[in-house]
């Protein structure tokens, strides 16, 4: 059997959708790229705001018109938040809510009839991350959020936190590294809460990590910034654990994050930005942003944009706020106009390509080891255009001959110009 895994949302998805092919492989299943001609099909969907739960339904939708003789099940936050209404969508099959996504694969065989054939089953996962075109696996370590920022209903939909305990994330790992997956990305709802229900914390999870395995790069998905120990900032001294942190601010004035029941105020947060500099400058900081919350003035806007300044991101996902049906922020008065919210994403956004610029202008010169991906474009008829990461997570592209295969190889690069959207580099090493 076929089968056709897609997402939408968070890197938390994306990590499910890794185990998921993975088990479907076990049971003797071909995970493929093409949807259709996938006998069963499988939608982790997102419901973050209500455009994501729109396109959620859209692309439900979109997957039964392409081959409506596949089966379809759905899961992720839209179905569990709205179970009914995606049970009642054309084409679906099963839906298959966040607190049972450990036993989808074994629901949906069972449950609809899937013969498995265990005669031809690969070795788990063994080409699970390649065929979708990943050079990098989403490990997730958990699930589940104990916080209830006011803007937020995936907490709601995601339920209690719960932890996986550090022999399967190390197990994971040394599984994934034996298919030469090189770099992995550790992920989670409430990140920095793992091992809360466990007795241990991030930082003893990532040390385990070090000595029970030999991946040689490891990220951090979005990890929010209230809850990082002494010890965790001495993890960056070690070389596989790369200099680049996601950590969403959602705004750069107090008073609203008081709002929003944020635990970071700005100031705490600058402290954490700066002791993560100390020792790299070139440490690379992202974040996300809120526009336009409830009651957001004019002045707190200012100090926003003063702030983000003052920090300066690599990159910054901007929200334009809108009500989420059960979340607190919903019932907030003085929302924001919406010609002004648009004003407001646009002068943020000059703002952050401006500081993306800023980024990559003070990288040039630098070498860097790049772990490069597995697609290409062409430069004339002998040449092609690779690309890759440094470990501070810039994009970088790099010219070389057609015959020179880099992919999946981590092989130093020369920063040397900017080129729109990635910068233009020049190999060390033959």
Known sequence: MKVHLKTLGCRLNEAELETWAQAFQKYGHQVTRQAETANLIVINSCAVTQDAARKSRHLIRKVHRENPS???????????LNQQEAEALLGVDMVVGNKDKDQLVDKALSELNLDTMPTMSTEPGAISLFTRGRQRAFVKVQDGCRYRCTFCIVTVARGDEKSRTVQEVVDEINALHQQNINEIILTGVHLGGYGSDLETNL???IKAILSQTDVPRIRLGSLEPWE???EFYQLFENPRIMPHLHLPLQSGSDSVLRRMARRCKTEEFAAIVARLRQHNPHFNITTDIIVGFPGETEEEWQESIKFIQQVSFGHIHIFSYSPREGTKAATLSNPVPEPIKKHRSQQLHQLGE????KLYRDNLGMTYPVLWEGY???????MQRVFGY???YLKVGCDISNDVILKNKTIPATLKAINDSFILAELTED
């Open 70 to 80: 596949a089966k379809l099940v759905v899961s992720g936050c839209y179905a569990t």
């Open 228 to 230: 990082l120990n002494n």
């Open 203 to 205: 930082t003893d999870l």
């Open 354 to 357: 401006d500081m993306r610029l």
């Open 390 to 392: 440094t470990p501070n």
């Open 376 to 382: 290409s474009e062409p430069v004339g008829t002998e």
